[in-house]
């Protein structure tokens, strides 16, 4: 079974954001990526999903989305 073909939009930005809070920044990167792909008809939540998580990113010196 194909979980993340089972998965929505905020599922996997959702993991990826308590991942890269966990700084599991790879794994986040990867979560974020596959999102950002898989539901590129998304702009809005995409520009959302991007500007938060690079607030997060700048208050930990890492580099952006």
Do not use: C, W
Request: proline letters at 2%.
């Amino acid at each position: 079974i194909d979980v993340d073909a089972m998965r929505d939009y905020y599922d996997m930005v959702t993991e990826a954001e308590a991942r890269l809070l966990a700084r599991d920044t790879d794994a986040a990167r990867t979560l974020y990526t596959k999102a950002f792909t898989h539901f590129a008809a998304r702009k809005g939540d995409i520009d959302g999903s991007r500007t938060q998580a690079n607030r997060s990113l700048k208050q930990m010196g890492l580099v952006p989305l």
